[in-house]
């Protein structure tokens, strides 16, 4: 399925985010011991006024890639029986996509808390090490710089893990035990995911999928991947 549009229209909303948490650290003097309860105060306030924007954001993403993996399913469905492509489109998708929501509005406000903690990060080194001030009063005014390869990442990241998500939900309902793991199929494809390519994984035993951490996901559900499930369903 393809998620290029969401992605990039996801992508385009969390940068706003991340502008404006430049925006505000800028706000105040680079590394200014006085002026950091101010700051972060400012920034979890921020976080927690973005809460109905984050939900209404998250759930046009959300909504969209549901409709994209609907119509990917009756791709993979048109030689089924009637039966089947009815419990297919029928499946009890709601819960996943809740606990979707919910983890989309905690990345969401994660990008004005994680820049508060950063800015008291340095400027406390700030005040330890003076010898380094001024380069760190310039790591300060990057906070928008640095919330935006954020935002880029929780878009890139998310819009992939909905799409398998969703996809699993809908296998899972009607006896799918696993799927086909497929990469992108470029050379950006990181080796860990090119040693899975066209390897079945169960839908119950997630794959290494970084073998730098040892963490295991599914297709398209870890940092960056966009590789995606191709589930195997079956015959009867």
Same mark, same amino acid.
């Not at 929501?101 to 820049?115: F, G, H, M, N, R």
């Not at 700030?126 to 005014?141: D, L």
């Not at 696993?178 to 119950?204: A, C, P, Q």
């Given at each position: 399925? $393809?998620?290029?549009?969401?992605?990039?229209?996801?992508?385009?909303?969390?940068?706003?985010?991340?502008?404006?948490?430049?925006?505000?650290?800028?706000?105040?003097?680079?590394?200014?011991?006085?002026?950091?309860?101010?700051?972060?105060?400012?920034?979890?306030?921020? #976080?927690?006024?973005?809460?109905?924007?984050?939900? #209404?954001? #998250?759930?046009?993403?959300?909504?969209?890639?549901?409709?994209?993996?609907?119509?990917?399913?009756?791709?993979?469905?048109?030689?089924?029986?009637?039966?089947?492509?009815?419990?297919?489109?029928?499946?009890?998708?709601?819960?996943?996509?809740?606990?979707?929501?919910?983890?989309?509005?905690?990345?969401? $406000?994660?990008?004005?808390?994680?820049?508060?903690?950063?800015?008291?990060?340095?400027t406390l080194e700030g005040i330890e090490n003076s010898t380094r001030a001024s380069a760190i009063? $310039?790591?300060?005014?990057?906070?928008?710089?640095?919330?935006?390869?954020?935002?880029?990442?929780?878009?890139?990241?998310?819009?992939?893990?909905?799409?398998?998500?969703?996809?699993?939900?809908? #296998?899972?309902?009607?006896g799918s035990e696993g799927y086909i793991w497929r990469t992108s199929g470029d050379s950006d494809?990181?080796?860990?995911?090119?040693?899975?390519?066209? $390897?079945?994984?169960?839908?119950?035993?997630?794959?290494?999928?970084?073998?730098?951490?040892?963490?295991?996901?599914?297709?398209g559900c870890i940092y960056g991947c966009r590789c995606y499930p191709e589930p195997v369903i079956?015959?009867?």
């Amino acid at each position: 399925m $393809k998620t290029s549009g969401p992605e990039r229209l996801y992508r385009t909303q969390l940068r706003q985010v991340a502008r404006q948490v430049g925006g505000l650290v800028n706000g105040f003097p680079p590394g200014d011991p006085a002026a950091l309860p101010t700051i972060e105060q400012v920034l979890r306030a921020y #976080a927690e006024a973005l809460t109905p924007w984050a939900a #209404a954001t #998250a759930q046009t993403m959300l909504r969209e890639v549901n409709r994209r993996d609907e119509a990917a399913w009756a791709e993979y469905t048109r030689e089924l029986s009637r039966a089947l492509r009815t419990e297919i489109r029928t499946a009890p998708t709601g819960a996943a996509m809740q606990a979707l929501l919910a983890e989309q509005v905690t990345l969401i $406000k994660s990008i004005p808390l994680d820049a508060a903690q950063r800015v008291h990060r340095l400027t406390l080194e700030g005040i330890e090490n003076s010898t380094r001030a001024s380069a760190i009063s $310039k790591e300060i005014q990057r906070s928008g710089e640095v919330a935006e390869s954020r935002a880029d990442l929780i878009a890139r990241t998310e819009v992939g893990r909905t799409a398998s998500t969703l996809t699993e939900a809908r #296998a899972l309902h009607v006896g799918s035990e696993g799927y086909i793991w497929r990469t992108s199929g470029d050379s950006d494809v990181r080796e860990d995911h090119r040693e899975l390519e066209g $390897k079945f994984i169960r839908w119950d035993s997630p794959p290494i999928a970084d073998k730098r951490t040892g963490r295991r996901a599914h297709a398209g559900c870890i940092y960056g991947c966009r590789c995606y499930p191709e589930p195997v369903i079956p015959e009867d």
